[in-house]
């Protein structure tokens, strides 16, 4: 199963709703989940089953969809946000999305 | 808590065997369900799934390294490993350990510890 990410870079500003999406090559129902990675920094879990919040992940972060389409949402981008987030299907397998950067406008 | 440490080489030369191992502590290997796997990430790029094993045995593949991957469970130290034969500068990368997902009959669980990762360089 093949995911693709968009935007591959996004530039926003602190407070702005920033939403990036994962499309599956087939539907995966709702495996998915969503990394976020800093530099010099393992993935950390934000997201399982394309909406569930893992804990002690701020509220802010939101995920949606099923199928083949889905997105994240960060309702209030602050500083600590900007880094590179990943979705990672793991219906079939196991595959990553190729990696959103979020940088500061 | 679970926690993953990857070790081995920090330099391979061209042609020879990648060789690492993670280990697992704060929690048992042959405790549930969960594929344990090998993620690599070549530098500034993604994040590339390269293979998983159950406690059992049980391996999967990515289908583009399959040919060069074998990936070992050691249930008694609480380890698993991960050889990648013929290497080329195009497998240096940060390779990441981590505990995966499984489903079981239409139901999945997500995976969620990463270890540090650990860089390997090929080159001569």
């Known amino acids: 199963i093949q995911m693709t990410q968009s935007p591959s870079t996004l530039y926003a500003s602190v407070g702005d709703r920033v939403t990036i999406t994962c499309r599956a090559s087939q539907p995966i129902s709702s495996w998915l989940a969503w990394y976020q990675q800093k530099p010099g920094k393992a993935p950390n879990l934000l997201i399982y089953k394309a909406s569930t919040l893992q804990s002690g992940v701020p509220s802010r972060f939101s995920g949606s969809g099923s199928g083949t389409e889905f997105t994240l949402t960060i309702s209030s981008l602050q500083p600590d946000d900007f880094a590179t987030y990943f979705c990672?299907?793991?219906?079939?397998?196991?595959?990553f999305g190729q990696g959103t950067k979020v940088e500061i406008k | 808590q679970l926690h993953l440490q990857e070790s081995g080489p920090g330099l391979v030369k061209p042609s020879e065997t990648l060789s690492l191992t993670c280990t697992v502590s704060?929690?048992?290997?042959?405790?549930?369900?969960?594929?344990w796997g090998w993620i690599r990430q070549p530098p500034g790029k993604g994040l590339e799934w390269i293979g998983s094993i159950q406690y059992n045995g049980d391996t999967h593949y990515n289908p583009s390294l399959k040919s060069r991957v074998t990936m070992s469970v050691a249930t008694s130290k609480n380890q698993f490993s991960l050889k990648l034969t013929s290497v080329t500068a195009a497998d240096t990368a940060i390779f990441y350990c981590?505990?995966?997902?499984?489903?079981?009959?239409?139901?999945?669980?997500?995976?969620?510890?990463w270890g540090q990762g650990a860089l390997v360089t090929v080159s001569s």
């Open positions: 704060g929690g048992s290997i042959s405790g549930s369900s969960y594929y």
């Open positions: 990672h299907q793991y219906d079939n397998l196991w595959t």
């Open positions: 981590a505990r995966l997902g499984y489903c079981i009959r239409d139901v999945c669980y997500h995976g969620d510890y």
